[in-house]
């Protein structure tokens, strides 16, 4: 499975950008997808995920309520929608896909990782 995301940008607090990443391979739609980001300084942290089916969609605290993860496993596509953006949203975003069809907040269950993408939030 390779990944691209896309969708990254500057914005200013308050606003929205969405995300995308495609992945190209038979087996995307087996998998989890999650989404991690990178702030400068930071360790890599859990931001969103969602199985396969889509039926289930858990949240870090930090961006519960702001932002939406959804799939189109008939394009190999997850999205990350980011609404109400934040300045402490600014990171490099990550797309991954997980070792089954499970959700999982820890990066070490994820087998594929994108390049990643750079969202910037001006105050």
């Known amino acids: 499975v390779q990944l691209q995301a896309s969708g990254g940008g500057l914005v200013q607090a308050g606003g929205s950008l969405r995300l995308s990443c495609a992945a190209s391979?038979?087996?995307?739609?087996?998998?989890?997808m999650g989404w991690f980001r990178q702030a400068p300084g930071k360790e890599r942290e859990f931001v969103a995920a969602?199985?396969?089916?889509?039926?289930?969609?858990p949240y870090a605290n930090s961006v519960k309520g702001r932002f939406a993860i959804s799939r189109d496993n008939a394009k190999n596509t997850v999205f990350l929608q980011m609404n109400s953006l934040k300045p402490e949203d600014t990171a490099v975003y990550f797309c991954?896909?997980?070792?089954?069809?499970?959700?999982?907040?820890?990066?070490?269950?994820?087998?594929?990782w994108g390049q990643g993408t750079l969202v910037t939030v001006s105050s």
């Open positions: 969602i199985s396969w089916s889509g039926l289930s969609t």
């Open positions: 991954a896909a997980a070792r089954d069809s499970h959700v999982y907040s820890r990066s070490a269950y994820y087998d594929y």
């Open positions: 391979g038979r087996t995307f739609s087996s998998r989890a």
